[in-house]
């Protein structure tokens, strides 16, 4: 069974229809990547699986494990094992990030029945999973994202993703803003949390852009454009939209609703 299931998913923001009909598994051990141009409703997507309250979902199914949880809060969506790295992570200031890891993870601890986690134990899983995705130890002791650079803010999501240990997670363009040489330590940190929690987790990568997926290699691809998925394929599609853009793809869509209001 997928860990993630869309079935037909129509969604409003305000009056204006962003989805029209997205269908999309990802199963555990597989990474998928969503791309497509801008405005195709791609964040959309990622913000409705993890139950933003200001989109309207008007039909379809978001379904995670088999359960559906189309209406379920954003919290328990967390609790049940979603995660979603932010393509703008917000900074908290006055808040650690030793303070705001621990918090979450009793937060989980709580949802499962368990006591908080005790300090010995907590500096033990953040020290593991601050070496396992190569983030400094001195950031623990700094305000969450406050006066973080780009790449820095981006590490920390993979840090989280790390202590979190989610059975399915969103990367919403952990790409953007970074350069090459911080893409690069984002990518070996996904890459190597993915491999640590192996057929576990199932990834889903939002992107605009290809430099990623040469990183992070996705068994499956979808394009996302006017609110539907118009093509999918293989890690081989990466390279022909490298190649070639998205006109190829767009272009006849766009031909074809014209003649159709003609």
């Known amino acids: 069974m997928p860990e993630l299931e869309i079935r037909n998913l129509h969604v409003n923001a305000g009056d204006k229809v962003i989805l029209r009909g997205v269908d999309l598994k990802v199963g555990s051990g597989e990474i998928h990547a969503l791309m497509g141009p801008n405005g195709s409703g791609k964040s959309t997507l990622a913000n409705v699986?993890?139950?933003?309250?200001?989109?309207?979902?008007?039909?379809?199914?978001?379904?995670?494990?088999?359960?559906?949880?189309?209406?379920?809060?954003t919290d328990e969506r967390s609790r049940l094992g979603l995660f979603m790295a932010f393509q703008y992570p917000v900074a908290i200031p006055g808040v650690t990030v030793t303070k705001y890891l621990r918090t979450v993870l009793n937060a989980h601890r709580a949802s499962?029945?368990?006591?908080?986690?005790?300090?010995?134990?907590?500096?033990?899983?953040?020290?593991?999973?601050?070496?396992?995705?190569?983030?400094?130890?001195?950031?623990?002791?700094?305000?969450?994202?406050?006066?973080?650079?780009?790449?820095?803010?981006?590490r920390m999501e993979i840090l989280q993703l790390a202590l979190q240990k989610p059975s399915l997670a969103i990367l919403d363009e952990t790409d953007s803003g970074l350069d090459i040489d911080?893409?690069?330590?984002?990518?070996?940190?996904?890459?190597?949390?993915?491999?640590?929690?192996?057929?576990?987790?199932?990834?889903?990568?939002?992107?605009?852009?290809?430099?990623?997926?040469?990183?992070?290699?996705?068994?499956?691809?979808?394009i996302l454009y006017r609110g539907r998925i118009v093509k999918e394929g293989g890690p081989?599609?990466?390279?022909?939209?490298?190649?070639?853009?998205?006109?190829?793809?767009?272009?006849?869509?766009?031909a074809a609703e014209a003649a159709a209001v003609g």
């Open 49 to 73: 699986i993890m139950g933003h309250p200001n989109l309207e979902v008007t039909d379809g199914q978001v379904l995670f494990d088999g359960q559906d949880i189309t209406e379920a809060d």
């Open 182 to 222: 911080a893409l690069r330590t984002v990518s070996e940190g996904v890459n190597t949390v993915a491999a640590a929690q192996g057929a576990s987790l199932g990834l889903l990568i939002i992107t605009h852009y290809q430099r990623i997926l040469h990183l992070i290699q996705p068994s499956h691809v979808h």
């Open 236 to 254: 081989e599609l990466v390279g022909v939209l490298e190649e070639k853009g998205y006109g190829w793809i767009t272009e006849p869509i766009d």
């Open 112 to 154: 499962r029945g368990e006591e908080p986690i005790s300090l010995r134990d907590f500096r033990k899983v953040v020290t593991d999973a601050m070496a396992l995705t190569k983030v400094p130890e001195e950031f623990s002791r700094r305000y969450l994202n406050d006066g973080f650079s780009g790449g820095e803010k981006k």
